[in-house]
């Protein structure tokens, strides 16, 4: 019976039980699942029945103890909220029998740990045991009346290992639980507890002494009411800082305080933690004295958060934190404003320090909510003598405007390449958003951002916070979305490891799915709110919109591989990238053709003999650019394709361009954009089969249903846009101009020209000539595209999509055959 029981049981169970929370069926059954299986009366003769149950339990909870144990109180919680109204009550007669019988398997297991063979497993069934009774116990405390005086021994349990630390957290917490509500305890009973905990403060580390400190506030608070007891131990810290900090001002370099650095460190902590549980400015503690506590603490901490040591800075932050629990208004003050501002802002400020500052105000925001629901609970009880309620809602304001006072901090902190950062802002505005201190609007964008993280914990966290917003507050999610691309962009360019490694938009698994899928699938189902989504990402690509290349690859990378769902979604934006193009494409060519006209004429005035060479040059450039920009089928050669043509026109344009690079790289540049634009239309066609035909025939103001069909999404289609992420890769913007760069960014313009002559359908024209209009398109996509990667840059072959429809026309290009 002993035994442990097995594995795949105690596996099953964990699985099974974390869908606690899950939607109301899987809900409802995990609960009865688990009502019969713990939570159903054992017969008291059945001790074998009852040694199983306890094991099983404890078990689970011993497998858990990495992942948290909220499942537990929320399956206890709601088994008892189930019968609060019926007149039998198995459930909690069953917690009863679990509780008692707990203990005596504690006393047991206490009695075998001096057999040394089995020592180290009844150390952690032990373990298991009592963080059991303290789960019981944080859901129904009074079932730990009876046992309180049994528990109180464990406290002097002798500490070798992380155990015995374990045992001693676990029973200090199920005393604060329970001690409040015994009835006319001894006063033997509870000056040994009293004893026993300030040993364990002076004696032990962090752990220890935040549950011992805690433990004693409850006791003395609402028990004993033996402050003087609490009042010497503070002033024996007290003063050890004070005379720590004389000696340091006195002298900076002096070796007095590194000879004392543990003596400091514990005095920090020790200090804040008391503050946290007890108020010294209450008289019952100093007395008649004038001696304003908090702040001399206050400017005391403040004091080693500006030392060189930067555990003596952290251990001080700890302390501040824990005194702004029971003090939240000192956060108002000027100094520490600017102490977490600076700490939060500041790229250069250690890790520890940020993460430290995040978690005092994740404690401070956890310890508000704890309050506010104690007081809600405290006022149904006596909802008819006092309002309660608005006693928290004071406290609720209070915490509102600590919030604005730090959210923009705490938001830019999402922006950090340590994954541990970003977990401790998200946490803050997790709860800051829970506890409804701030109008949520502000704080989407930063959400969708932290929806593209690498970590699926803190995605699925945030995509979380967005789908609840967006269930209060329609409309929110779009109004920021494109906004919220954006700063995603920015934190995966924070998160970027490897600079020179341009930042893409997808991720880097089997899925290849899109980082802000999860934002398209919230968008996606309000059809006007999706159309003027992706037409805002669209426009990013113009001309105008002077968008970074490498936020632009982004963005293509998002848009070719969100998760489409119709016809429609595909065909609207390859039918926007149209539009795109033969607007921005044309003023790409215009201001090309004119910065280096404007050039030439500012290079070339000098001289009557510059004149005549300029002339000259004008004369080719004109003649050139007449010579291009006739259709293919008018110019000689109509169908060869040769070198000999292509090569002339790029000596032309050569010839004529300013010693100036600027106008060449800007045009590289910006044609980036229309590039990626050719390159996504390109795949979304190859992706979803479409002829050029059904592209060139589909109009936005069709009825929606016309395009409903479910998209037939063809395998082994990957985006990848070979020539921007060169471009980006060699750093083209900021590195010197080659005279074969010159000729390729040439040739790039001359195929922009011939691709725009040839941008609309010749429909008009004889059929004869229509391929070679056609042909002029397709040769200069391909030329455009890099032309070697027939995934991306040639449509496969049509089946299911094509119907049948004329392959020839529209605006897409195809691979020459």
Avoid at 1 to 7: K, L, R, V, Y
Avoid at 658 to 664: G, I, R, V
């Amino acid at each position: 019976i002993e035994q442990p029981t097995f594995p795949k049981i105690t596996e099953m169970c964990v699985k099974m039980i974390r869908r606690v929370n899950d939607e109301e069926g899987i809900k409802k059954l995990v609960n009865e699942t688990f009502q019969k299986l713990w939570f159903t009366p054992t017969l008291h003769h059945d001790k074998e029945a009852m040694t199983r149950k306890i094991l099983n339990i404890t078990d689970v909870v011993a497998a858990c103890r990495d992942t948290g144990y909220d499942w537990f109180e929320q399956l206890l919680q709601n088994l008892l909220k189930s019968e609060e109204d019926a007149s039998y009550k198995p459930v909690k007669k069953a917690c009863t029998q679990l509780v008692d019988n707990l203990v005596e398997h504690i006393l047991k297991y206490e009695e075998s740990l001096s057999d040394s063979d089995n020592k180290g497993v009844n150390s952690g069934r032990l373990v298991a045991c009592i963080t059991t009774l303290f789960l019981f116990s944080k859901i129904r405390p009074q079932l730990m009346v009876k046992h309180a005086m049994t528990m109180q021994p464990y406290l002097t349990t002798k500490c070798s290992n992380q155990n015995d630390f374990m045992v001693i957290c676990n029973v200090a917490k199920i005393l604060e639980l329970v001690v409040p509500l015994m009835e006319h305890p001894s006063e033997t009973f509870l000056a040994t507890i009293e004893e026993d905990l300030m040993k364990l403060i002076i004696k032990y580390g962090m752990t220890v002494v935040q549950h011992c400190v805690s433990c004693l506030g409850a006791v003395v608070n609402k028990v004993t009411q033996n402050y003087k007891f609490v009042w010497a131990c503070f002033n024996r810290y007290y003063g050890a800082l004070s005379k720590l900090k004389s000696q340091h001002q006195e002298d900076p370099n002096s070796t007095i305080l590194t000879a004392n650095k543990p003596a400091l460190l514990r005095s920090l902590f020790t200090v804040g933690a008391l503050c946290r549980h007890f108020d010294f400015d209450q008289e019952d503690f100093k007395g008649n004295s004038k001696v304003n506590i908090k702040d001399k603490v206050l400017e005391l901490l403040m004091y080693f958060t500006k030392h060189s040591d930067e555990e003596v800075q952290t251990k001080a932050i700890i302390g501040l934190g824990f005194a702004f629990i029971q003090h939240p208004s000192l956060m108002f003050e000027q100094e520490v404003k600017t102490l977490y501002n600076s700490i939060l802002s500041d790229k250069n400020c250690s890790v520890n320090l940020k993460i430290q500052v995040l978690k005092n105000l994740q404690t401070y925001l956890q310890e508000e909510d704890t309050r506010m629901q104690q007081a809600d609970r405290d006022w149904k009880k006596v909802a008819k003598q006092e309002d309660l309620k608005e006693m928290g809602d004071i406290s609720s304001g209070m915490s509102s405007s600590i919030m604005q006072l730090y959210l923009k901090q705490v938001l830019e902190a999402f922006f950090h390449t340590q994954s541990s950062v970003r977990h401790f802002a998200l946490n803050v505005i997790a709860l800051t958003l829970n506890q409804g201190l701030i109008h949520p609007v502000q704080c989407v964008p930063y959400l969708i951002a932290m929806g593209t993280d690498p970590e699926p914990s803190m995605r699925n966290k945030a995509d979380q916070q967005l789908v609840e917003i967006d269930k209060k507050y329609a409309g929110f999610i779009h109004m920021k979305a494109v906004a919220g691309m954006k700063m995603s962009y920015q934190v995966q360019q924070a998160i970027n490891t490897c600079p020179q490694d341009p930042v893409r938009g997808f991720r880097h698994d089997e899925s290849s799915n899109a980082l802000c899928s999860h934002l398209y699938s919230m968008i996606r189902g309000n059809r006007q709110h999706r159309r003027a989504f992706l037409i805002s990402l669209l426009n990013l690509f113009d001309d105008t919109a002077k968008t970074e290349v490498n936020m632009l690859l982004y963005i293509a990378d998002n848009l070719a591989c969100f998760p489409y769902q119709t016809q429609e979604e595909p065909l609207f934006i390859m039918h926007h990238i149209d539009i795109t193009l033969s607007v921005s494409g044309s003023n790409l060519l215009q201001s090309f053709k004119e910065s280096m006209v404007k050039d030439k004429k500012k290079e070339r005035k000098p001289s009557s003999d510059e004149d005549t060479e300029s002339d000259s040059n004008s004369g080719s450039e004109s003649k050139s650019e007449e010579e291009a920009s006739k259709p293919r089928r008018l110019r000689k050669r109509v169908n060869s394709d040769s070198d000999s043509d292509e090569e002339n026109d790029i000596n032309a344009v050569m010839k004529c361009l300013p010693e100036n690079s600027a106008p060449l790289i800007e045009f590289a540049n910006i044609s980036q954009g229309i590039l990626l634009l050719l390159m996504l239309k390109q795949h979304l066609k190859n992706l979803c089969g479409f002829s050029d035909s059904k592209i060139q025939k589909y109009s936005p103001s069709e009825s929606a249903k016309v395009y409903d069909k479910a998209i037939n999404r063809k395998t082994g289609v990957h985006f990848h846009p070979k020539q921007t992420l060169d471009f980006l890769r060699s750093d083209m913007a900021n590195s010197k101009i080659t005279e074969e760069v010159k000729r390729s960014i040439v040739k790039q313009y001359l195929d922009f020209k011939l691709l725009m002559e040839h941008l609309d359908p010749d429909e008009e024209e004889e059929d004869g000539e229509v391929s070679a209009s056609t042909n002029a398109r397709n040769k200069a996509i391909t030329s455009l595209l890099g032309g070697g990667s027939p995934k991306n840059n040639a449509a496969e072959t049509e089946d299911d999509e094509s119907d049948g429809e004329d392959r020839g026309g529209g605006t897409s290009g195809v691979r020459r055959r």
